[in-house]
Structures are given as C-alpha cells and as structure tokens.
C-alpha cells in the first residue's frame, strides 16, 4: 500500500512530512532513519509528523525526528514549511502548530514568507539541559559557547571563521550535554546581520537551522553583539530573527514545496 508525503525545504533545510491526521502509519524509529537515508530512502534532514491537534486553539499536531531516529522538541525551518502547508490545504493564514515545545503560532504574509513564534528560550542549565549547574553564558568548552534551549539544546559559538565546523559531532556528544546538542558557529559581521553554520543533532550540517538561528541570536544578544532584530545568512539563504519584547522569538523566512509523492512504508525495514 502506498502512503502520501510532501517533500518541503527552509532554506534548504529539508523535509519528508506524513499527514496522520486520518490515522496512525507505523513510523518507528528504525523506519524513520531508513526512509531519511539520502541515498537508499526519500532522503531528508528531518521527518515530520502531523497529528490532529489536541490543545485549544491549535491547528496541528507536529512532531519531528531527526535522520537517526530520534525526536526532536523543535524545528523551525520545517515549523514554517508545516504552517505554509495548512495555509495551503485551508487557507489559514494564521495557523497554530502545536509541538512538544508548545504551542506556536504563525503568519503567512502575502509576500509568502512565513513568521513563526518560536516562543521564550530557555536559559537556565537545567532547561538546556547540561549535566552540572553551569552558567549557561560561557560553557567550560575550548572557545567559549554559550547554551539555550528553543525547545531543543543549542551552543553558539561566536567565531572569526569556521574552522571549527569539523568539531561539531564530537561537540554534539559532549558530556556536557545529556540530551546531545545542536552546535552553532556564529561570525558576528555587524549589531544586525550575522553569519551561522549549524551541525545538527541526530543529522549534521544542514544547509539551515531555523532554531540554530533563533538560538544564535538569542546568545548574541545575550553576549552584547547584536540587536535584537538580527538576519542571519545561512547556507541556503537568510532568515530574519526578533526577540521581542515579550520574550518570544520571532523567525521569518520563505518555505518551499519541492513534490509530493507516495511511498511504500512496508518496504523499509522496521
Ligand atoms: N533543522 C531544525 C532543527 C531540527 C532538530 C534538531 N536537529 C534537534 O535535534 O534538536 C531547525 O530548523 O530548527
């Protein structure tokens, strides 16, 4: 039997995204890492999941998994192909995205370029998490990162070039971070714009990290480098980040339907 699926993209940031929403399909772990494999499955960064939603005012219920199986809280790039998917599918263009993060409501504006709240980030080392009580601005890391949570762990590294990209899969498995953590080099170019490679948990380097982005900015304010409205230049393009005053994280940036296409689950394994 053959089960439908979107293929989207943030920036590059690409997604396979099954609608659940008329029932279950049988996405373990196992069957998620091998329809994410890029050479003998669809091939993804993440695996997205919707569900009918079960909190008041929410649209849909998202869930994402990174090429290794696991689940991530968080994903801004697919956050906003997800909310560009119901505009298209209702014409809803302020959708609510219920998410293991919470509840997050976006705006499509009629340029097309989609707004996500990505809600308060989270500072404390316990909310990160970190293994010990430690000051979440200058983790004891050779270069310095500091922590937050998006609803996922993040590091920022403020950086003068990106040497240190290679490093990012040992830096995701430090002790330090029980849970693993994305890991993001940041080169500050001015107080409003800045540059980001992101290694991401459970996938690598990806072209773009929407909530490595909101994290980035977060820390670079935090640290006295930029604005609170601050572009981000990523690989595959640019998103524009605000931490407004009401503490939450605004992303803004395009999302893009590449094709739909069907697929047989059975015939990976499970
Ligand atoms: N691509 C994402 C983040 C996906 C989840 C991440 N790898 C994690 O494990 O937390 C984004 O755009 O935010």
């Known amino acids: 039997m053959l089960t439908s699926f979107y293929k989207m993209h943030g920036l590059g ?20 890492a091998a329809l994410a494999h890029r050479r003998r499955g669809i091939g ?26 696991s689940e991530a809280g968080a994903c801004g790039n697919a956050s906003r192909c997800v909310a560009d998917l119901i505009w298209r599918q209702t014409g809803n263009r302020t959708p609510v995205l219920q998410t293991r993060a919470g509840c997050l ?6 340029d097309g370029l989609v707004t996500v709240d990505m809600g308060e980030p989270q500072t404390q080392w316990q909310q990160i998490p970190l293994s010990d009580p430690l000051d979440t601005l200058s983790l004891p890391l050779v270069g310095s990162p500091a922590a937050v949570s998006m609803g996922n762990p993040h ?17 995701e498995h430090d002790p330090l971070f029980p849970d693993r953590a994305n890991i993001g080099f940041a080169l500050v170019e001015n107080p409003t714009r800045m540059r980001l490679k992101v290694h991401e948990r459970g996938a690598g380097v990806t072209e773009a990290c929407g909530s490595g982005a909101c994290a980035a900015v977060v820390n670079a304010v935090r640290r006295g480098l930029v604005e609170r409205i601050c572009e981000v230049e990523l690989d595959g393009g640019v998103l524009r980040i605000e931490w407004a005053a009401n503490n939450h ?20 394994a499970s």
């Open 13 to 32: 940031n690409d997604f396979v995204i099954f609608d659940e929403r008329t029932g279950h399909l049988p996405l373990t772990p196992v069957r998620i």
């Open 44 to 69: 993804c960064d993440q695996l997205v999941t919707l569900r009918p939603a079960c909190a008041e005012g929410a649209d849909v219920f998202v869930r994402f998994f990174n090429p290794d199986g």
């Open 105 to 110: 409501p976006a705006n499509i504006a009629p």
């Open 155 to 171: 590091a920022t590294f403020f950086v003068d070039d990106f040497s240190m990209l290679s490093q990012g899969s040992a830096l």
């Open 249 to 268: 994280v605004l992303m803004t940036g395009s999302a893009t339907m590449a094709f739909e296409g069907t697929v047989d689950l059975a015939a990976y």
